[in-house]
């Protein structure tokens, strides 16, 4: 197993702490390899085997256990004596109700709990009420450009750029890296991936019956990372492609494929008037190897994808990410986390000048003294214009 450092460090870092981990995350991710690098690492620090219970609820395995008092009493069997016990449980949203079975160990017994889901109606309000305060999230997203070139065996070795280039059109789902000598076999993992989390993940627990149009929205969303879209936009655009729908279902729609964690929404901040807006905000995909297999490769605006790109590094480093507005100027990412914040320019090459100006614009308008930055795909440029650091973005990433 690759390590993911970042994750396992999160979890040593909260492990006996009164809090359940809940570790989320779109399919395929690495959740179950994470509970499994902990595993390891429990048991390299002297906890025993048999105070460590681990169910993974897409096994056949544990197909029996569907409702809470089935999950209950399985694992109370597994707990003969007195003594601290460790919980890890991959996909527990496969089990009805199984929240008030959590509740009941962490609360009658001395464990530390440990799950995972594909679907955030893991931390639906019902579950928020029920363990109020009693449990920390733990987002897990794709392999870093980091974490790519460590699965690679590169080590950031050799051509950067051309392991960055295969990085952008395959993008960093584990499994990718292992079938990365069989390309041929790409195409039917990326399907099977987009048809569970639409079949499984969108589809059955929200009851859609209209396949077709949650997928073109998905499609859409894919076209148009980066860009700025409302929901009458992606209506009009479906309705003149033949696909009559209503901005109420697009909303609904984009809030299930939220949950299922293949997109992401950052919401507008206007700098001024110092609040969120509404409307028209931006979107994002989970990883671009989906983008690429919803697209087609087609639409392929470089800029953008780099955009993608680095939002998703954003939220992996801890960071609470908006796109800002600075009276008609429009700054890519206002980053913040804890006392920080951080402003982010991604253009693909500000070589030209009237590229370079409006990038520079955008960042020079906005009236404080944070860190500002641009992140170009440029070399030989000047790495600081009057304070704003002008950054590689395979540099970046590599931090």
Request: charged share 25%; hydrophobic share 40%.
């Amino acid at each position: 197993m690759k390590n993911r450092d970042l994750y396992l460090t999160k979890l040593i870092q909260f492990k006996d702490k009164p809090l359940i981990k809940v570790i989320t995350g779109i399919r395929r991710c690495g959740k179950s390899t994470l509970l499994s690098l902990f595993e390891a690492h429990l048991k390299k620090s002297g906890v025993e085997a048999r105070r460590i219970i681990r169910m993974n609820f897409e096994s056949f395995e544990f197909d029996g256990i569907t409702d809470y008092k089935a999950l209950h009493s399985h694992i109370r069997s597994r707990m003969p004596t007195t003594e601290k016990y460790y919980i890890l449980l991959d996909e527990v949203q496969q089990v009805s109700a199984w929240e008030k079975a959590i509740n009941a160990f962490s609360v009658d017994a001395d464990t530390d709990i440990y799950i995972t889901g594909s679907n955030a109606f893991l931390l639906s309000s019902e579950l928020s009420t029920l363990l109020s305060g009693r449990y920390v999230e733990i987002p897990m997203l794709p392999l870093s450009f980091r974490e790519y070139l460590d699965f690679t065996g590169q080590n950031q070795k050799g051509d950067l750029l051309s392991f960055f280039n295969a990085y952008l059109e395959l993008g960093g789902l584990p499994t990718v890296v292992a079938l990365m000598d069989v390309p041929e076999t790409l195409p039917a993992f990326f399907s099977g991936i987009c048809n569970t989390v639409l079949m499984k993940d969108v589809m059955e627990r929200n009851r859609v019956r209209d396949a077709a149009l949650l997928e073109s929205v998905l499609k859409f969303i894919a076209a148009n990372i980066g860009s700025i879209v409302s929901t009458k936009k992606i209506s009009d655009y479906l309705t003149s492609s033949g696909r009559k729908t209503s901005s109420e279902t697009i909303d609904s729609y984009l809030k299930m494929l939220e949950s299922a964690f293949i997109i992401y929404r950052a919401r507008r901040y206007d700098l001024k008037g110092k609040a969120f807006l509404k409307t028209l905000e931006k979107f994002y995909i989970v990883d671009m190897g989906i983008r690429n297999h919803l697209t087609g490769l087609r639409n392929t605006d470089y800029g953008h994808i780099l955009e993608n790109i680095v939002y998703l590094e954003l939220l992996r480093r801890g960071y609470d990410v908006a796109v800002g507005k600075v009276g008609a100027l429009e700054v890519d990412f206002i980053a913040t986390r804890l006392k920080e914040k951080l402003y982010v320019q991604v253009s693909a090459s500000i070589m030209d000048e009237h590229t370079r100006k409006r990038e520079l614009q955008s960042l020079q308008a906005i009236p404080d003294n944070y860190p500002k930055m641009i992140l170009t795909m440029d070399k030989v440029i000047p790495n600081d214009y009057e304070g704003i650091k002008i950054i590689h973005v395979i540099d970046f990433l590599s931090e």
